[in-house]
């Protein structure tokens, strides 16, 4: 794939209507001092010190961020967000990307904005403090959520489901749910992207990596890292079950499509230094949505997904994202004579 195809398809991007449903969230960064020979007057524990904080969109949050990097413009943030500090800071990073979130249900009650607070210790991550692990959405309000994501569906080129947390916002019996949905529009591409309860999907194309589709076909032993023939039986095998394509992310060996007419690959970059590899999936998952909802084939849409990974997992300590500019510049060190 030239640079001139790559720049010829993000033309496309801006066209898009993409929606995300799933596990919103704030990835909060800040760097943590614990030795500060500081003790409290009030409970005589010794303080702690942060700076540099560092807010990010993640989880669902991130697919619509690297969607935002990748040039499309009409996004739809359809969920469930707390009234709180932390779900503020969520509406206010979707405005100022531009993000539409009419169908973004904002929760005075039973709902704590989801946090995942990453502090960097001497360089290192240090233990997270996680907020919205225990949320439980009420049956009404998804009534609600579900109404809204109906009226996007009659406008969308593509939707991204997304599940993240133990308790998400798209529980088994909710899934079945949406495999009723997805047949009434024939016309959007669905791309799915759950940890958990994505065995449960039907027709359409799930994202998994190798650990998640042993884990969905009961597999206890598993290799490390699975060669490719692993990868096409287990995944023919699990398409069996689903009866879509199915989209396998394999590390640094890269990425594979499945679906009943075609085995299509790409193989992973030749990196160096240190990586980052949070987040990457949803770069995949990002970049594969637009590439497909902008008319690529499957083999170019694999092809600027890896590249567009290549990128975000060289930006260390940040949910990171990939532009046009940023993946051409690795294209071009892979494939000079382009």
Known sequence: MTSTAIRTLFQRFAGLKVGVIGDFAIDLYFTLQTQTGETSLETGLNVFWG?????????AGNVVQNLVALGVSDIQAIGCVGNDLYGREMQHLFQSLGVKTQYLQVLDNGWDTCVYTKPNQDGKEANRIDFGIANKLDEAVFASV????EQALKNLDVLIINQQFANPLLTEARVKLLNELMPRFPNVRFLVDM????KLTQRATLKVNTAELAKFLGIEEAPEHPELDWCVQQGNLFRERSQGPLLITRGQAGILYLDDQETKLVEGLSLQGELDTVGAGDTVVATWAAC???????QEALTVANLAAGVTVQKLNQTGTANLAEILALHTTYHSND
């Open 146 to 149: 579900i109404n809204g994501l």
């Open 292 to 298: 497909i909802g902008a008319g690529a084939s499957p």
């Open 195 to 198: 940890r958990d309860v994505g």
């Open 51 to 59: 700076s540099k904080p560092r807010a990010f969109l993640g989880a």
